[in-house]
């Protein structure tokens, strides 16, 4: 167990719908990325938050959008989904200080668009 | 930006035997070089991890060497077991700023009993 923890696991919808993933980082970690997975692919980078601010954004769709709150839990908002959406997203942290470079993953939500 | 590229895509060795995974990156600036492994259907977890002051990091049965010169670093399992069969990701990262943890395409490593 990593630390970071996503909810839901599983999530099945529609095409054109709208659905909001969740991620807690681990304790004191105050970056958070994002990386969506698609079936047998590689980790695609969204994402990353420092502290509440966005710090770099990767391959992401205008459809995606992310935030991370005073809490330190972030969000991951896709709208209009697609069949291509389907994937597996991961969220991950990484500590501040000698092991800033780290990131720890968690167990992921499982997208499912029909 | 970073570019990874990671080989083999597949690798199947005998149990008992080694595997051997390389990666080569592009930015020289890139000095943090992690491994990570991921199950079906689980969460990537970090295996490894080197930073360019160092050429070797070993870790019981598992050790990566960094070639900073050639820019490539790669991944050694050996004494391999069932258990070690799963996707392994290389990954490289600048040590500064914002830049982000590029990954190379995973090789997809079975053990054959």
């Known amino acids: 167990d990593s630390g970071v923890t996503q909810t839901p696991k599983h999530l099945i919808t529609a095409t054109g719908q709208r659905v909001t993933l969740r991620c807690s980082p681990r304790s004191g970690d105050l970056s958070v990325y994002w990386y969506q997975q698609s079936l047998d692919q590689g980790l695609q980078f969204l994402i990353h938050y420092y502290n509440g601010e966005e710090r770099a954004k990767g391959n992401i769709l205008e459809r995606f959008s992310a935030q991370q709150f005073p809490d330190l839990h972030s969000e991951l908002n896709l709208s209009s989904l697609e069949l291509g959406d389907s994937a597996l997203y991961f969220c991950a942290s990484s500590p501040q200080g000698q092991g800033k470079h780290t990131q720890y993953f968690g167990p992921g939500t499982r997208l499912t668009v029909l | 930006g970073e570019n990874v590229e990671q080989h083999p895509s597949t690798l199947s060795v005998q149990e008992g035997d080694s595997a051997v995974i390389k990666c080569t990156y592009s930015?020289?600036?890139?000095?943090?070089f992690p491994w990570y492994k991921q199950e079906l259907g689980k969460r990537p977890q970090l295996i490894i991890d080197?930073?360019?002051?160092?050429g070797e990091k070993k870790d019981q049965r598992i050790a990566v060497t960094l070639n900073k010169t050639a820019k490539h670093f790669s991944l050694h399992i050996t004494e391999t077991q069932p258990e070690d069969s799963a996707v392994y990701f290389c990954a490289a990262k600048p040590n500064f700023g914002n830049e982000k943890l590029t990954f190379g395409t995973g090789t997809r490593l079975t053990i054959i009993p």
């Open positions: 930015d020289s600036a890139s000095n943090y």
């Open positions: 080197i930073r360019s002051n160092v």
